[in-house]
């Protein structure tokens, strides 16, 4: 039961207090709409991408739109960073991994007969392998500053990490199947989804394995007419407690 995970805050106040301090080994769940309540995913590996969030700010020199010549457009400049930026996964990472880059906000001027000093963008980039994650910033920064200078103009690229892919221990795969199949519910195989989650932060610093559990919902995370049937809560209470008794007789 943690604080602010929508904000990612709350799983490193947790560690910061000091509760993991001498756990062995941690487990969480995460609702899925998309799955009967009594039937839960599990999967070892990558489950849930990190999430981090980036901002160009393109600089140029506004002027009259009737006279562009005289000015260094930033608009034209972050259009074709955008179209430049689809690249970044297709032709830079590999095939065997996997990355979203989305550009989530565009904004530049104020006047429809001005051309603008200055456009910026911001979105968010998802991956599950710590080398995707670790090569996606450099190349971004690389089209957006290439890009930029070609039109005359320069652009300003900010890395903001935020979250750690979440990484299931595979050394729990059987006790978490194991737990579902004493209760009498279903388990199946985990689709890994783009979303993030803060239980990454727990695996960074001690083993531990991730769930789906499903909550039979009509929508999608998020969805503001998202619900969810609540006798999902019998069932994960009951789930977790069982886990904990497999991994306890596990580990002595």
């Known amino acids: 039961f943690q604080p602010a995970e929508e904000i990612a805050a709350g799983a490193r106040k947790v560690i910061e207090a000091g509760v993991l301090d001498g756990v062995s080994a941690i487990f969480g769940m995460h ?21 981090d969030r980036f901002e160009i700010v393109i600089k140029g020199k506004g002027g009259h739109a009737g006279i562009p010549n005289n000015s260094i457009d930033p608009i034209a400049a972050a259009g074709q ?30 006047s429809w007969n001005v051309i603008p000093d200055q456009a910026e963008m911001e979105g968010t980039v998802r991956t599950f392998q710590k080398e995707a994650r670790q090569a ?29 892919s979440v990484q299931n221990d595979g050394t729990f795969l059987n006790a978490a199947s194991e737990a579902a199949a004493r209760l009498g519910y279903q388990t199946v195989h985990a689709e890994q989804s783009p979303g993030g989650e803060d239980f990454a932060l727990y695996q960074e610093k001690i083993p531990g394995f991730f769930v789906w559990m499903g909550t039979n919902g009509t929508e999608e995370w998020h969805h503001p007419a998202f619900t969810l049937d609540e006798e999902a809560l019998t069932v994960a209470s009951q789930y977790f407690a069982e886990l904990a008794v497999i991994v306890l007789e596990t580990i002595k």
């Open 31 to 51: 609702n899925k709409p998309d799955l009967p309540v009594g039937t839960i995913g599990v999967k070892e590996g990558p489950l849930m991408a990190s999430v």
């Open 81 to 110: 960073i955008i179209s430049g930026l689809q690249s970044v996964v297709s032709r830079n990472i590999s095939s065997l991994q996997n990355a979203v880059v989305s550009i989530t906000r565009v904004q530049a001027g104020t």
């Open 136 to 164: 996606v910033p450099e190349h971004m920064r690389r089209v957006a500053e290439g890009i930029a200078a070609g039109y005359g103009a320069q652009a300003e690229f900010k890395w903001f990490p935020y979250l750690p």
